[in-house]
């Protein structure tokens, strides 16, 4: 789907998705909140199957030298708003922690920028959580304002 | 879908889209992105029709006397993040200028919420304009937390 030099994105496939859960749990939000066991809770699995189906849902990772480092979810969001203009949300932005601070994030999040673009999308959201600082500092960098406040509902 | 005593949540139809655009344009901030002109760009009816046919999005409206009074969008989005769980994401929140403040706003978010919880969802979340301070509040008094910073990148 994009490459550069040593970072390739691509869709994500079945095959990923143990490693995309173990990065999803790396994290001090996430590790209360995922279960990255062998096997793997077959939750992960149906998910998966349900993302992969719908056209308006991307899953990608970057890979570098054959080892998947990030992964990324787009979605591309029709609606009524700016004259129907679609609109994409980003979610579910991880890099391997070893892997961090080499331009692996930045690259995700830049292929869905122009994904987005490329697909009519005249807005691209997303939310990140309050205490995320690095985060924050990371999207502006790309071009995001933090013209926002994120809420949420967890049951 | 849903109602009480004089509210009612319904799917919205091809002949709301112009009450509907005038809402979205009755605003500060969406007055200088929508262009509510009879007839209507055919645009909105394009992503109208886009919308409609997708399973995981509906756009309700609120009726209160067989007028539209308000309005919102839910996109229930599938993802791998909390063990393959759903989560919610709503927007395009409105209520008709002259009917602000009778709970018309309380009613369509509540319909999403449960909607979104009957759905499976772990997770609803939004974003809020940082300006709209009063949209805070009330999303605050049902339940929602201030928890992410909300960035976005326009075309």
Chains 1, 2 share one sequence.
């Not at 203009?85 to 869905?112: F, K, P, T």
């Not at 939310?127 to 985060?135: E, F, G, I, M, P």
Request: glycine share 8%; charged share 25%; with cysteine.
């Amino acid at each position: 789907m994009s490459g550069n030099s040593s970072i390739t994105i691509r869709r994500a496939r079945r095959d990923d998705v143990a490693i995309i859960v173990a990065m999803l749990a790396d994290d001090p939000l996430g590790s209360g909140r995922e279960r990255p066991e062998d096997p793997l809770p077959p939750s992960y699995y149906e998910a998966f199957e349900t993302l992969d189906r719908n056209p308006d849902i991307q899953l990608v990772v970057a890979e570098e030298q054959g080892a998947v480092v990030g992964c990324l979810q787009l979605c591309i969001l029709p609606g009524l708003s700016s004259q129907g203009a679609s609109r994409a949300l980003i979610e579910d932005v991880r890099v391997a922690s070893q892997r961090r601070s080499r331009g692996i994030g930045e690259h995700l999040v830049q292929w869905a920028v122009a994904e987005a673009r490329a697909r009519g999308c005249k807005l691209v959201e997303l939310l990140t959580h309050s205490t995320r600082v690095d985060a924050q500092r990371f999207y502006a960098r790309l071009g995001f304002k933090a013209s926002h406040v994120g809420m949420t509902v967890r049951f």
